[in-house]
């Protein structure tokens, strides 16, 4: 990261800003893939729903990281430990803001819930599901050595069919080297 960040657990606090910038991050990422009707009028409330019911009851094995700099949000990543039998811990979200982006920002997340999960859950892999339409971060998990292993079909918000890849680290600690 180019400026000085701070890393934080999230707190309930926190739903909003979260929301916001993940409603940014899929009206940037999604549109052509989801429907305009839900990212221009649904995303926002679905999302600070989301977000406000996942920070005020947090699920078993969850941990949610911000990364701030200068008190503004720059990224946030949200995973599941253990979630998975054979695929491990489930990065279910790592989004950082489209200004900050090749900054950095993404990689020292994604290190921190490897060292999360390393902790917590040692002897599993790490994985998390990108849409296959999705160039930008199938290529940030590639180069952060990442394996494509399965493929699926995710049920959309919005009610759309994506198609979605995996891709693992079966050894986390390769994110840390």
Not at 106 to 126: D, F, K, M, N, T
Request: proline share 6%; aromatic share 10%; hydrophobic share 40%.
């Amino acid at each position: 990261m180019r400026c000085p960040a701070n890393i934080r657990e999230a707190t309930p606090g926190d739903a909003v800003g979260i929301a916001a910038l993940h409603a940014r991050s899929w009206r940037q990422t999604y549109r052509g893939v989801l429907t305009d009707e839900y990212l221009d009028e649904k995303l926002t409330l679905d999302r600070l729903h989301d977000w406000q019911l996942r920070l005020s009851a947090p699920a078993t094995g969850q941990y949610v990281l911000l990364l701030e700099a200068d008190g503004d949000l720059v990224g946030f990543a949200c995973a599941y430990g253990a979630y998975d039998a054979d695929a491990g811990t489930l990065l279910e979200n790592l989004h950082t803001h489209p200004e900050k982006k090749r900054q950095g920002a993404g990689r020292r997340l994604l290190q921190e819930i490897a060292r999360w999960s390393l902790a917590h859950y040692p002897e599993g892999p790490l994985h998390l599901w990108v849409v296959a339409s999705n160039p930008s971060a199938i290529g940030f998990y590639r180069h952060m050595r990442a394996v494509e292993d399965a493929q699926a079909v995710w049920n959309a918000p919005d009610g759309s069919r994506v198609p979605e890849l995996r891709y693992i680290w079966r050894n986390p600690s390769l994110l840390l080297a």
